[in-house]
């Protein structure tokens, strides 16, 4: 039964790439929503003068942030799918 069982699961498993983009699809979405509404309230420009980092267009400010909102998105996704996995019994 436990080899039937075994081979169910096996033949049932997702493709790495499809896990990868399961992962970085949905993130890029959301990422690119949280920079819609970020920088709709505050500008890049403004943000790095007061933080003393100095003077950069706001593209490149724009820029910055999708990535960020992407990595920080990006990295919950990966959390969601890593606390899914069924615990192995003790």
């Known amino acids: 039964m436990s080899e039937q069982n075994?081979?169910?699961?096996?033949d049932k498993q997702i493709?790495?790439?499809?896990?990868?983009i399961a992962v970085l699809w949905p993130s890029f979405l959301?990422?690119?929503v949280a920079t819609?509404?970020?920088f709709a309230?505050?500008?890049?420009?403004?943000?790095?003068?007061v933080s003393g980092y100095g003077h950069i267009s706001r593209m490149a400010?724009?820029?910055?942030?999708?990535?960020l909102f992407w990595?920080?998105?990006s990295t919950t996704c990966v959390?969601?799918?890593?606390?899914?996995r069924p615990c192995d019994k003790p």
């Open 71 to 73: 990595l920080l998105t």
């Open 6 to 10: 075994n081979k169910q699961s096996t």
């Open 41 to 49: 309230y505050f500008d890049p420009q403004l943000l790095m003068q």
């Open 79 to 84: 959390l969601t799918c890593y606390f899914q």
């Open 15 to 20: 493709p790495t790439i499809q896990k990868v």
């Open 30 to 32: 959301t990422a690119g």
């Open 61 to 67: 400010g724009y820029t910055i942030g999708f990535f």
């Open 36 to 38: 819609i509404l970020f």
